[in-house]
């Protein structure tokens, strides 16, 4: 276990080089020593920034091998295109998922501060204090030649999390819940991540936020 949780850590320490457009930063709490929650920074050429977070169902060691193969497959990615990303994740996974899923929220973000996104039954991000509007899509890994739909967006910080921090749950059996995570959706990273925690943390919890540098 401590191998595969050595392992985990090096797949997701994923960063742009220093001066890039974007300042991201990346907050990731396993409930146990290897989680099944997965996030990626990829680097284009024209300067945009590929950003994924994404959870497998189920928990243990099987959860966090399917990490791996998805880690691996998106490594190999080269198109820029979210939807494109989704789709081309989502036939590799098709029938080798063992019966589970993955849900996923992949974001480029351009030089000129658009933001495209495309989602994957994952919780939507947060732009600005405030929802993106974005299509659930459906899971990827349950069925080959889904689509999925993509969206523009543009704003001063982005928030992508895992279902962990809405989920989170207190000693009264009360859920973190979308309205909280909305409230401190323009918080550092950290800062969303450790609140989640400290209410009461019942599964992994990742959140990364994405600022354009001025």
Known sequence: ????????????????????????????????????????????????????????????????????????MLRRELSSSPSEILAGLNEGLAGRCGGGFVTCCCARFDADGTVTIANAGHPSPYVDGREVEVEAGLPLGIAPGVEYAEFVARGEQFTLVSDGVVEAENAQRELFGFDRTREISGKSAQEIAETAKAWGQTDDITVVTVRRNS
């Not at 991201?24 to 945009?48: H, K, M, N, T």
């Open 1 to 72: 276990m401590a191998s595969a949780a050595e392992l985990q850590s090096l797949l997701l320490t994923s960063l742009p080089t220093a001066g890039d457009l974007y300042r991201i930063e990346p907050v990731y709490f396993p409930a146990s020593e290897v989680g099944g929650d997965f996030y990626q920074v990829l680097e284009r050429a024209d300067g945009s920034r590929i950003v994924l977070v994404g959870d497998v169902s189920g928990k243990g060691l099987k959860a966090a091998m399917l990490v791996s193969v998805t880690v691996g």
